[in-house]
Structure formats: structure tokens, C-alpha cells
């Protein structure tokens, strides 16, 4: 038996263990049920994970994939082939073009690049000819056709033939650039000569060039005065080798800095800076409120201490107050974002793992509004953790725990199996997220933070800290209400829905509520006063 690919080459299925071939020529001695049934369990665990695969993509709100597969196609199964002398039969196109018919399906063009195309791309081309004149690469008369002129004026009509088909571009071309022609018919690509510079203009440019840089460097470096050059001409060798030698170590130290924030105190001296807590804020508050106590450096703490150290490298003038708030705010500002995105990376990574059925139990608790939003992001910090952590592979994909079962072939009962898969999942992490959302501060803090960081912030932060989860939740509840649009009835597109992205029914039902697209719950009646 062997495996064909679409260029009719043999493949492994083997190796090729996500590829599904086009052809596959049985041998007389195999059986054609069981190949059949192979062919049909590989093209039904490639169609599911095609099919999963851009689900994810589309949920992620990707636009351009990283892994761009096409959908697999059921193979060509026979028994014998027969291979033909005869010559290939040739087909026209519209556009009077000749190409070899390859099989049912493509055709193979002769002149221009020869490419291969379907028979359902060729309504796509124009329907009418150029021309009729002969084509020597095809035999086909579709160039256009000479122009039937007096001498006068083929002379005074400037001709320029393609080098390839021979047709004229200067009727026949299109540009591509301010330089290069392209021919209409081939797609031969033809460059303009570029006219040499004379000498004039050469020595003008070169003299342009030469002000313009010595004009940078005179913006760039500093005014000397009478008495530096005297003080300079004073020092002796070794001092000048020394000043040399520091000046290649500090042009070292620059180099491996990546960008104008990441300095050598942070990266060498001042691993602690980031993140700040609250004794070190008050004092950033008072150094901004007072830009005098900067010099009473003995009376902060080492990280302050650093952080004005990161902040006098990039001052140009020391003494100035405003610019010193303007520079230190800037430092600490770089400092407090870190610390965000510290805190909520891993609420973050919970949100993106669309297959995770603990990020789908958390969704519907928060849409339907059955948790506190006040610890609600701590709460999914805790749990991104623990995603992280964990070494259960259907916490992280509910997918996982198929392995071992036997996945339907039909496309119903696949889809139904999955779905049911997927409730039976969040049904066994509910325990998981109630016993989450029973904990105390104090215990949450200790799970919300990083074990292995040594700043009390990120070890042990409090969960009133966190921010709101409107940020991540907002887009969420307008592609679903965006999505529900689509359906008239709101109720099966509910239904559909959910069984697509995971979330419960009534949490689609309340943001059909939310949007306006269902009626809201009846009011309860009220009494009559008497």
C-alpha cells in the first residue's frame, strides 16, 4: 500500500502522523474494509483536532494563526493505476490561453509561470482575449495583436518588448514601484535603470552629508572652557589610560542595557525594587511632596535609596526640583506596573486557558453573579496558581481525560460526546471553586501570592490590592451578546452557544437580559395597601 500527498508523492503515515493523504494505492492482496476503516478512524481524530484547533483560535480572537492547517480531506482509495502514453489533453481558457488538463480538478498553464490551478479558479479570469496573435510558449492566441501602423509613427511610438513573451509593455505593463515595470501578460519584471550621479552632484552630497554631521556633533558634545583644557593638558599618561580604560568598561556596561529603563542599578545593585509596599509608597509621597529631603539619604531605606540612584542617573541637572519630581515619578511609576503585572499574571493565564474547566466554572460563577467581586480576582489568581502547578492535564484541558476513552466517529455523536465530556468536568470542579470562594483573607493572600518571591507583596499580597475583573470580563460579555445577535431565537442560540464555548445556558441567558435582547425576570407582586 502506499500514501500519495497532493504532488503525488509518497508520504510515511508513520512519521506523518497529523497529515492525511490524497491517494492511496492498495496492493492486490489487501483488503479494502480494513484499509477503509484505518483511513476513516485517522480522518476522524484529524478532523477533530482541526476542528478544536480553530474553535481555540477563534475564541482567542486571533487574525492571523501561528499554525495555519487546512481542513483534512478524505483520501482517493484504488486498487490499480494505469498509466497512459498518450499525451495529456490540452483545454483554452477564456482568456485564449492553452494549458495541460491534469485531471478533473486542475489544469497546469504553459506560458507565463506555469502554475497549477482549480477548475473553480479559472471563473476568475477574463473572459475575453488581448488578442489574437500567436504565443509561441502556449501555441494559444491570446497576445495582442500588432499594431497595423504607417513607419512614421511606429517610430515615433516608443516599443519596449518583453524579454519573455515579447509583447510590447509600453501598452501591455503595469508599475510596481516608481522602477519596476511589470508585464501583463508573463509577469516578468522588469527594473529601470538607474542613471549614474555626476561628479558635481556627488561632491554636493558628500559636502551635505559632512555639515550635517559635524553639526550633530557639535549638539552632542559638551562646551569646554580655557580652564578644563588646562586642567586637562595637566594630567598625566597613566591618568589619561585609566579614563580610558573606565570609558570601555561603562561602553560595555551600555551595551547590554536593552532599553532606557533597564539600567545597571536596577538589574545589578537593586533587585529588591520592584515591587514597592506601603512603608516605601509614604516615603515616595514625601520625597514628592518635599524634593529637598532627597539628600538626607541616611534616612531611607535601601530601596528608596536605590530608586534615587536610578533617578540621578537620568537627570541632566540635579539641583532642579521639577525636573527631579518629573524623572522620580517616572522610576516609581515603572516600579507600581511591575507590581501589577506580577500580581496578575496568573489570573491572566487562567483567562486565557479556554479549555480549562475550573476558567469555565469561575465564568459562569461570576456572570451569574454567585461569587464577591471584591475578592473575585484574588480568587482567580489562586486558581491560576494552582493551574500552574498542577500536574492533573484535564484541569488544564478538559480534552485530557478523552485519552483513554473511545471517541465516537460519527460527527453528532463526537460532538454530543464532547459536550458531555465537558459538563461531566465542570461538575467535578465545583467542589474545587466553592472551597475557593470559602476562604478567609488571610488565606487567600497566601494562595493568591508567589511562594518563591521574597517581597512581601508578591508573597503574601492582600487580596483588597487586586484589581476589578471588568477589565477581562466586559470584552467577554459583548462578543457573547454580539454572537447571540445572530440567532432569532435567543433560546437556541443559548443552547448552541453553550455547547460551543463551555459556559452554561443561564449565564448566556443573563447577558441576553443584560443586552436587552430577553425579557428580564417578572417583578413580584407587590400588595395593595389598604
Not at 485531471?103 to 507565463?112: A, K, S, W, Y
Not at 488578442?131 to 501602423?149: E, I, Q, V
Not at 499574571?345 to 460563577?365: G, N, V
Request: charged letters at 25%; one cysteine or more.
Amino acid at each position: 500500500m502506499e500514501y500519495l500527498n497532493p504532488f503525488n508523492e509518497p508520504i510515511d503515515p508513520d512519521s506523518d502522523y497529523f497529515t492525511m493523504p490524497t491517494r492511496v494505492i492498495l496492493d492486490p492482496q489487501e483488503d479494502e474494509t480494513a484499509v477503509l476503516e484505518s483511513l476513516d478512524k485517522r480522518y476522524a481524530r484529524l478532523i477533530d483536532e482541526w476542528a478544536h484547533q480553530e474553535l481555540e483560535s477563534y475564541q482567542s480572537r486571533e487574525t492571523r494563526y501561528e499554525h495555519d492547517h487546512e481542513q483534512p480531506t478524505f483520501p482517493i482509495v484504488v486498487r490499480t493505476i494505469q498509466r497512459s502514453t498518450r499525451p495529456r489533453p490540452e483545454v483554452v481558457l477564456p482568456d485564449g490561453r492553452r494549458a495541460i488538463l491534469l485531471d478533473g480538478q486542475r489544469v497546469q498553464i504553459q506560458c507565463g509561470i506555469q502554475e497549477i490551478l482549480l477548475l473553480r479558479d479559472l471563473q476568475q479570469i477574463r473572459r475575453k482575449p488581448i488578442g489574437g496573435r500567436h504565443c509561441p510558449s502556449c501555441g494559444g492566441k491570446h497576445l495582442a495583436d500588432r499594431p497595423a501602423s504607417s513607419a512614421r509613427e511606429s517610430h515615433a511610438r516608443r516599443i519596449i518588448p518583453c524579454k519573455k513573451c515579447q509583447s510590447n509593455l509600453a501598452s501591455s505593463s503595469y508599475w510596481d514601484g516608481p522602477d519596476t515595470l511589470v508585464c501583463l501578460h508573463c509577469g516578468t519584471r522588469v527594473a529601470r535603470p538607474l542613471s549614474q550621479l555626476s561628479h558635481e552632484e556627488e561632491a554636493a552630497n558628500d559636502s551635505a552629508i559632512a555639515q550635517l554631521l559635524a553639526i550633530n556633533d557639535m549638539a552632542v558634545t559638551p562646551e569646554t572652557t580655557d580652564d578644563d583644557d588646562d586642567a586637562d593638558a595637566d594630567l598625566d599618561l597613566e591618568q589619561v589610560e585609566d579614563n580610558d580604560s573606565d570609558t570601555l568598561t561603562q561602553s560595555e556596561d551600555d551595551a547590554e542595557i536593552l532599553s532606557p529603563f533597564d539600567d545597571h542599578y536596577t538589574v545589578d545593585h537593586a533587585p529588591e525594587t520592584t515591587p514597592l509596599d506601603v512603608t516605601e509608597l509614604l516615603e515616595i509621597q514625601a520625597l514628592l511632596d518635599t524634593p529637598s529631603e532627597r539628600w538626607n539619604a541616611e534616612r531611607h531605606s535601601i530601596v528608596i535609596q536605590q530608586l534615587l540612584a536610578i533617578t540621578n542617573t537620568r537627570l541632566d541637572n540635579p539641583q532642579d526640583d521639577e525636573l527631579f519630581q518629573e524623572v522620580f515619578r517616572r522610576v516609581v511609576a515603572e516600579e507600581v506596573g511591575h507590581l501589577g503585572d506580577l500580581l496578575h499574571d496568573p489570573a491572566c493565564q487562567l483567562f486565557k486557558a479556554s479549555c480549562s474547566p475550573l476558567r469555565q466554572e469561575l465564568l459562569d460563577r461570576a456572570i451569574q453573579q454567585h461569587d464577591t467581586p471584591d475578592t473575585r480576582m484574588a480568587i482567580w489568581a489562586a486558581v491560576g496558581r494552582l493551574l500552574n502547578d498542577t500536574n492533573v492535564q484535564w484541569l488544564k484541558d478538559y480534552r485530557a481525560a478523552a485519552r483513554d476513552a473511545r471517541i465516537p466517529s460519527d460527527r453528532k455523536a463526537r460532538a454530543q460526546f464532547w459536550k458531555s465530556l465537558q459538563q461531566a468536568k465542570k461538575h467535578e470542579v465545583e467542589p474545587i471553586i466553592d472551597w475557593f470562594l470559602s476562604l478567609s483573607k488571610e488565606d487567600l493572600a497566601i494562595l493568591a501570592g508567589d511562594p518563591e518571591s521574597s517581597h512581601p507583596f508578591v508573597h503574601h499580597p492582600d487580596p483588597e490590592v487586586f484589581q476589578s475583573t471588568d477589565t477581562l470580563l466586559a470584552p467577554l460579555i459583548r462578543f457573547f451578546a454580539n454572537e447571540l445577535q445572530r440567532f432569532r431565537q435567543k433560546q437556541t442560540g443559548c443552547t448552541l452557544l453553550a455547547s460551543d464555548y463551555g459556559i452554561a445556558e443561564e449565564s448566556l441567558r443573563q447577558i441576553a437580559i443584560q443586552s436587552g435582547q430577553l425579557p428580564g425576570p417578572p417583578a413580584p407582586p407587590t400588595q395593595a395597601v389598604a
